[in-house]
T-cell receptor
Framework: GIQVEQSPPDLILQEGANSTLRCNFS?????LQWFHQNPWGQLINLFY???GTKQNGRLSATTVATERYSLLYISSSQTTDSGVYFC???????????FGEGTQLTVNP | KAGVTQTPRYLIKTRGQQVTLSCSPI?????VSWYQQTPGQGLQFLFE???????NKGNFPGRFSGRQFSNSRSEMNVSTLELGDSALYLC???????????FGSGTRLTVV
């Protein structure tokens, strides 16, 4: 099945810093989403982005489908950005989401 | 509109018991998927239902089963619980096909 790799696994920042999270995937995809898991466990959808670039406030994402990677940018980070960020994809032959192992982001005041 | 609703939020069960979890999707969404999250295995796909039919199934033992009703609400059942079944169980809904998924708040199951 499709493989998803996220990097870095851990990231520690000072408030106000910028960061880039990366997601590599092993095959063509019909769907790619970025999620933020809150402290209560819920996966909050950040972007649905199988290709192209999107922005939402301080967050933006870019997926280069031909090169099989996606990037999530967080600018001017805040302590509330802390948590685990997951990239998940749906391959062209299926309908299940395959998740990466996540990036644990810690933003210190 | 209302999001994906999972009940209960927390459960404590004893080994050997069985448990049923519920998921109500976003209105109009016909696809419901279930995922298990554990510290060791990460997020793993259990199964997907679309219009009351199981469309996809992950690599879990037969103790894990599910169903979907005509109103798209879904239940998953785990029989003969084992300690290793302790996990966060997440439900996601979508319109079907390769579109975005929206997740519920999850049910945290502890098996003692």
């Amino acid at each position: 099945g499709i493989q998803v790799e996220q990097s870095p696994p851990d990231l520690i920042l000072q408030e106000g810093a910028n960061s880039t999270l990366r997601c590599n995937f092993s095959d063509s995809v019909n769907n790619l989403q970025w999620f933020h898991q809150n402290p209560w466990g819920q996966l909050i959808n950040l972007f649905y982005i199988p290709s192209g670039t999107k922005q939402n406030g301080r967050l933006s994402a870019t997926t280069v489908a031909t090169e099989r990677y996606s990037l999530l940018y967080i600018s001017s980070s805040q302590t509330t950005d802390s948590g685990v960020y997951f990239c998940a994809v749906v391959g062209t032959s299926g309908s299940r989401l395959t998740f990466g192992e996540g990036t644990q982001l810690t933003v210190n005041p | 509109k209302a999001g994906v609703t999972q009940t209960p939020r927390y459960l404590i069960k004893t080994r050997g018991q069985q448990v049923t979890l519920s998921c109500s999707p976003i209105s109009g969404h016909r696809s419901v998927s279930w995922y298990q999250q554990t510290p060791g295995q990460g997020l793993q796909f259990l199964f997907e239902y679309f219009s009351e039919t199981q469309r996809n199934k992950g690599n879990f033992p037969g103790r894990f089963s599910g169903r979907q009703f005509s109103n798209s609400r879904s239940e998953m059942n785990v029989s003969t619980l084992e300690l290793g079944d302790s996990a966060l169980y997440l439900c996601a809904s979508s319109t079907g096909g390769s579109y975005g998924y929206t997740f519920g708040s999850g049910t945290r199951l502890t098996v003692v």
